[in-house]
């Protein structure tokens, strides 16, 4: 259990630094408008920053949360160990790409985030490659969660 318990406090670490990241696209986004041609797009991109910011915060705070909780409870380690160890969503989890996929889309979040700033177009085509991957990773999971159930 010392292992896990140090592979959720890099964990922790990780996300502080996430957190991070977008803690100064938050203050870029007050200190620079988005960057589009009309004032019904730079809108739109402010608007989706913000909601992108607001649920990837939410997602890092739950994450701390249960993180935290696991490392004071013995009991909340050991569900959560087995939880994350279970081999039936090991299996769908590598096969609808695993850790590659997940930091894939964070990336995408992260640099949707960015050119929202600087380009419309960049900002749309990363939107478009953000929503493909989260749609492909979505529908592969409930494939295969049905196919392994």
């Avoid at 935290?68 to 380690?77: I, N, S, V």
């Avoid at 590659?100 to 979040?109: A, C, E, H, N, P």
């Avoid at 419309?120 to 196919?147: N, R, W």
Wanted: hydrophobic share 50%.
């Amino acid at each position: 259990m010392e292992r896990y318990r140090a592979t959720l406090k890099k964990r922790l670490y990780g996300i502080g630094l996430y957190a991070a990241a977008l803690t100064v696209l938050v203050c870029l986004g007050l200190l620079r408008p988005a960057g589009g041609d009309s004032e019904e797009v730079r809108a739109f991109m402010s608007g989706f920053n913000a909601g992108l910011l607001a649920v990837a915060v939410v997602m890092l705070a739950l994450g701390i949360r249960r993180y935290y909780a696991a490392l004071r409870d013995e009991r909340k380690l050991r569900a959560l160990y087995i939880e994350e160890h279970d081999e039936r969503l090991l299996a769908i989890r590598t096969r609808i790409g695993g850790t590659g996929m997940q930091i894939i889309l964070f990336g995408l979040l992260l640099a949707t985030i960015a050119a929202g700033f600087v380009s419309q177009t960049v900002f749309f085509t990363l939107l478009g490659a953000l929503l493909f991957s989260a749609a492909v990773k979505a529908v592969l999971k409930i494939y295969y969660t049905k196919k392994l159930g």
